[in-house]
């Protein structure tokens, strides 16, 4: 059985009739030359792990996103900026007192640990499913990838010696390329996020100082 890539097969200049009667012709005539293109088929064996381990890549984006959407709402609310790793604890006492900015916090890191638990879950599994091969052990040497993601980029790529040699762009390039940008946009992010605060902070501060100052003004003039 062959899996065609359909966006890799040219298509003849001169066909005058395009159905699936005549793709079928075209196709097989492609094959007889072995000129095909065709994708690769994954193992069936280790296809659900793979699927797993990308659905656990999109719960870890929906967490992050959680994660900053609170930190930046603590920035705006107090001026304090709060690590993300103080946030991440199920022992962190809201600054704020019960009112709806606290609310919109608290649904937010309820959020957060909901998504985190499933992640959690996902990674458990896997880990007692496949282990690490000797040819994707070099990705770890990468900062910021563990075994987990390792993992990911071993069942995204498949058999690694289907690949002649680098070529073009596989999904492991791809992969990794994209959590490298991710991580770069992220703390952009953070900083602008943070340096408003901070900024907002200080712009509230001096207002307080100088209406306490108008007010002492006031005082000593009476």
């Known amino acids: 059985m062959h899996l065609v890539n359909t966006a890799a097969v040219k298509q003849y200049d001169g066909l005058k009739y395009s159905n699936d009667q005549h793709n079928v012709f075209w196709l097989a005539h492609l094959m007889r030359l072995g000129i095909l293109p065709t994708g690769y088929i994954y193992p069936k064996e280790q296809r659900a792990v793979r699927d797993l381990l990308r659905r656990r890549l999109s719960l870890v984006h929906i967490a992050s996103s959680q994660l900053i959407s609170v930190q930046s709402q603590l920035w705006r609310s107090t001026g304090v900026p709060i690590a993300t790793n103080e946030l991440k604890k199920t022992t962190f006492q809201m600054p704020l007192p019960e009112d709806f900015t606290s609310l919109t916090i608290q649904a937010g890191l309820s959020v957060y640990q909901a998504v985190q638990q499933e992640i959690n879950q996902i990674e458990h599994v896997v880990y007692n499913a496949v282990k690490l091969s000797d040819e994707f052990k070099l990705t770890q040497t990468t900062t910021g990838i563990g075994t987990i993601l390792g993992l990911t980029i071993m069942l995204g790529t498949g058999d690694i010696h289907r690949f002649a040699g680098p070529g073009n762009p596989t999904w492991m ?19 602008e996020r943070k340096t408003r605060a901070l900024g907002k902070a200080k712009i509230q501060t001096i207002e307080n100082r100088a209406s306490r100052g108008t007010l002492d003004n006031r005082v000593s003039s009476t």
């Not at 390039?173 to 900083?191: D, N, Q, Y």
Request: charged share 25%.
């Open 173 to 191: 390039e791809e992969l990794l390329w994209k959590i490298w940008t991710i991580r770069i946009k992220a703390s952009v992010i953070l900083s």
